[in-house]
């Protein structure tokens, strides 16, 4: 007597796509595929973190590349890393919250816990990347208006063999004392071939319709 083979209900495990909300997010998508470095900058809500994590969602789901890389300078409020208490890995923990949960959407909970067990998601302290390299890799550096010049061209400098850095950062909410290196650096390095910058306004924020309104008064 046969015994009859259960089936298998098990849904494939399925990306949630990118879709641009705007024509400037648009064409943040368009420069990050046609470059290897893409600078974004723009208010709070305008999508800079969660198009970065969709982009390189995609890429890393379809093969495209090896790993993403996501980190960001521990400041917040004038406080650094060393103010924090606990070991670098609990310090960066909070900082990097966000972006987990950019990618989280995307792949949802399995296919990320999937590619975290196999480091093909990693997230470093910037402080402690001075050294390393990264092949086949999205290189993601968020929160880049806290960054010195130092840093940028440090965070740079670890891009290896077929792998793109995707810049973000808000120019208005530095807390940093002198100027941000975000702003010296797309300064000096945007008309580089293969350097894409793309500034994001008021009208692509996507979070509630009143915010859009509030930081354009508060700003000017």
């Known amino acids: 007597m046969h015994r009859k ?59 495209k590349i090896e790993q993403i890389v996501i980190t960001r300078p521990l ?43 196999k480091g093909q998601i990693r997230f470093e302290p910037l402080e402690t990347m001075r050294g390393a390299t990264f092949h086949d890799s999205y290189m993601i550096l968020d929160e880049a208006q806290n960054c010195t010049l130092e840093q940028i061209k440090m965070f740079l400098t670890r891009m290896g063999e077929h792998s793109k850095c995707i810049i973000n950062g808000d120019l208005k909410q530095t807390d940093l004392r002198d100027r941000s290196g975000l702003h010296v650096c797309m300064d000096k390095i945007e008309y580089i071939d293969g350097v894409g910058t793309v500034e994001l306004d008021y009208e692509d924020i996507q979070r509630h319709s009143i915010i859009g309104e509030i930081l354009q008064a508060l700003d000017e």
């Open 5 to 63: 083979q259960k089936k298998n209900n098990k849904q494939p495990q399925k990306l949630k796509p990118i879709e641009a909300k705007t024509y400037n997010q648009r064409e943040y998508i368009r420069s990050i595929i046609d470059n290897d470095v893409t600078f974004c900058v723009g208010p709070a809500g305008t999508g800079k973190s969660f198009v970065a994590a969709g982009i390189a969602s995609e890429h890393l789901h379809h093969g």
């Open 75 to 117: 400041v917040c409020a004038g406080r650094e890393i060393g103010a924090m208490p606990g070991y670098v890995d609990e310090k960066i923990k909070p900082y990097l919250l966000p972006m987990e949960e950019n990618l989280k959407f995307f792949l949802g909970q399995s296919l990320y816990g999937h590619y975290m067990n």
